[in-house]
């Protein structure tokens, strides 16, 4: 190989390793955008966006473009609100915006003529169709997370709930995963694979990743680590893989996030029993 090939080579590797590095940011992380106009239907560039997260306060502030335009990215999931300003117009601010991983929320902004003083606040609804990522993402409320009773307290189990899964391993309507008989735990080997199929695909055609990690073993693609479900704040599956940050696999990928932090004292306790 002449030198100048291998310095091709290298500078491919290179950005190829650049572009790995910073996947796992945009897999774990949310996104708030959109665009700030008045009643008229014109938009208002430059005025003063903050995205705040209401568990943890966390601010980010953002000025719109020539077009109105605004993006918060790599946001921690959970409950957001957005404040909007502008010279000449009242204050917005729209509440109840929740971020999920791996997806973007929107947030249009209608301003109205008036003074400082005055302030406008609207409740984000939730959209019936999710229109801006290439890819396809189911994700579980909190609430299913918290009350739906998990056999063995696998967080696994909870793909039984999604639309296009069903079982590849054991008898139909059986139970996967560390704690079920078709799990086999422990899997020192990792052997046993992932034991569902997304959508026809093949049963070890699917991806776990664990806050932006991948979690999954090479070959089976079963579970590595398995967290308790009361760490677990975001739990979704992408049903297909034609965004880019998701062409590892063929199947589904299922994405669990861990909770974070806040501001308000929080904890969990429960109560376990399975008769023989």
Do not use: C
């Amino acid at each position: 190989m002449s030198r100048k090939m291998f310095s091709r080579f290298f500078a491919v590797l290179i950005i190829g390793l650049l572009a790995a590095s910073t996947l796992p940011a945009s897999i774990v992380r949310g996104s708030v955008k959109g665009t700030v106009g008045d009643q008229q239907g014109a938009t208002v560039p430059g005025a003063k966006v903050v995205v705040k997260n209401v568990d943890t306060n966390v601010e980010v502030s953002l000025i719109t473009n020539a077009d109105g335009f605004y993006l918060a990215a790599e946001l921690v999931p959970g409950k957001y609100s957005v404040r909007v300003s502008a010279q000449g117009f009242s204050p917005l601010e729209i509440n109840g915006l929740v971020v999920t991983a791996g997806m973007v929320t929107m947030a249009d902004a209608k301003l109205t003529v008036g003074g400082v003083s005055q302030r406008v606040e609207v409740t984000a609804k939730p959209p019936l169709v999710e229109a801006t990522p290439a890819n396809f993402t189911t994700a579980l409320e909190t609430k299913y997370i918290q009350d739906v009773p998990l056999v063995g307290r696998d967080i696994q189990a909870l793909v039984q709930l999604m639309p296009g899964i069903t079982q590849s391993s054991g008898p139909s309507g059986s139970l996967f995963g560390f704690d079920s008989q078709f799990g086999g735990f422990p899997d020192p080997l990792h052997i046993v694979g992932s034991g569902i199929s997304a959508n026809g695909s093949q049963g070890g055609a699917n991806a776990w990743y664990l806050d932006g990690s991948l979690n999954a073993a090479l070959g089976p693609e079963n579970v590595v680590v398995n967290p308790s479900p009361d760490a677990v704040s975001e739990f979704n599956v992408v049903d297909n893989g034609l965004a880019a940050e998701w062409g590892r696999t063929s199947g589904a990928v299922i994405n669990v996030g861990l909770k974070s932090g806040t501001n308000s004292v929080h904890g969990d306790t429960y109560e376990f029993n399975r008769n023989s």
